[in-house]
Structure formats: C-alpha cells, structure tokens
C-alpha cells in the first residue's frame, strides 16, 4: 500500500475534472481534423500519380500506333493524317492532366499549411512538446517548407531558387505536352506542304511557346494555395 501525501496539494496540482474534460475534447477535435488532413492529401497525392501515369501510358500507346502506321504506310499521306488525328486527342490529355497537376500541388499546400496550424494548436495547449516536433508549427513559408521536408534556406540545397520547379511533376508533364505541341505544328506544316527545314523550325518555336504559356498558367495557378492566416481569418469573423 502506497502512503497518501498529507495536506493539501500545491495549487498547480489541484485536479479539475471540467477543465481534463475540455482538454480531452479539444485534442480530440483537433486531432480528428489532422488525420482527415492527412487522408485527403494521401488520396490527392494517389490522384496525382494516377493522372500522371494514366498521360504518359496513352502516350507511350500513341507512339507504338503511330510507329506501326508509320510502317504500314511508309511515312505517307496516310501517316500524316492518322498522326493529325490522334496527337491533338494526346495533347488534350496531357493539358488536362498538367491543370489537374497544379491543382492537386496547391491542393497540397492547402493541407499542409492547415497541418501545421493544428500543430500550433497542440503547442498551445502543451508548450512543453516543442522540442518534438520535427515539422513546422506556423504558417509562414518556411514552416510549410520544413512539413515538406525541404530546406530551401539551406546552403546547397537543391531546393531552393527556379531549380526545384523543373523537377516537379507537372513541370515534367509540360515539357512532353510542350513536345507534343511541338510534333503537332511540325506535322501539321509537312501537311501543308512545307519545306522540313521550315517545318522544323515551326516545331521549335513551338515548343518554347507552348512551354512559356505553361510556365505562366503555373505560375498564376500558385495563388489558389494563399490562404489567409489564423489571426487573420479572425479578425474577419469577428465583428
């Protein structure tokens, strides 16, 4: 048998069933919301490989069609307008599937940012449990950047400037739409009856079009992810 302390306890430690109570709920609640959090990035992040490899399998498909047209026809008329047909159908695809990309990539950002608010939450109620926290507990950007696993403040990191965009996902998505377009404007010149010279440079000029207009529309698309911060979002609901 344990001996029971005598006297009263220190005012610190004077149990409050009401106020456990409300702790109990408050964790629950928030940790309710960052595991919803965390299901919809995961079936976002399944989205995102789904669309990309639904792209990419239509055009390796597309390839072997037209390289048995292209054998069957020996690059004749008919290749050309067999090739007419099916690469705008491609590029569609491929467009679709790049908006659809930088959705999903805001989308992203959106939970994240909201993981990190929830986080910031915990700590007000446990300040103590800072030091355990491996992701960011703040909005600013540089606390969503460290969620990600990036460090784009860090000396060679990879990561950081107009690098880390040309490796992403649907950045690779636009350069293969941006060469499609490209193979599209060149048929379509032979088509016409072009010189290959001339067809050719037609093809460049639009693949550096089709490829800037893409930069922009990711560009541009980046707002969707800004949301206004906690504080901020207070002040506009209160009255």
Do not use: C
Not at 8 to 36: C, F, K, M
Not at 106 to 118: A, S, T
Not at 127 to 139: N, R
Not at 177 to 186: E, N
């Amino acid at each position: 048998m344990e001996r029971m302390p005598e006297g009263p306890p220190a005012l610190g430690q004077v149990p409050s069933n009401a106020s456990d109570a409300a702790l109990a709920r408050r964790l629950q609640i928030l940790s309710t919301e960052h595991w919803s959090l965390l299901a919809t990035r995961s079936l976002s992040w399944n989205e995102s490989f789904a669309r990309a490899g639904m792209f990419l399998t239509l055009l390796t498909g597309t390839t072997v069609a037209l390289a048995l047209v292209a054998q069957a026809t020996s690059f004749g008329e008919g290749f050309v307008l067999f090739a007419v047909l099916i690469l705008p159908v491609v590029l569609f695809v491929g467009l679709a599937t790049y908006i659809r990309l930088l959705e999903i990539n805001n989308e992203d950002y959106v939970w994240v940012r909201g993981m990190n608010r929830l986080r910031s939450a915990y700590l007000e109620l446990e300040p103590e449990l800072a030091p355990y926290f491996i992701s960011g507990t703040s909005e600013d950007p540089s606390a969503i950047y460290q969620t990600f696993g990036s460090l784009p403040d860090e000396p060679g990191s990879s990561d950081s400037g107009l690098f880390h965009g040309f490796v992403t996902t649907p950045a690779t998505i636009a350069f293969v739409d941006a060469m499609l377009a490209a193979v599209l404007a060149a048929v379509v010149a032979v088509q016409v009856k072009m010189a290959m010279l001339t067809a050719s440079g037609i093809g460049v000029v639009a693949f550096f079009a089709s490829a800037a207009v893409l930069a922009v529309i990711g560009y541009r698309t980046t707002a969707m992810a800004h949301l206004p911060p906690a504080a901020e979002s207070k002040e506009e609901v209160s009255p």
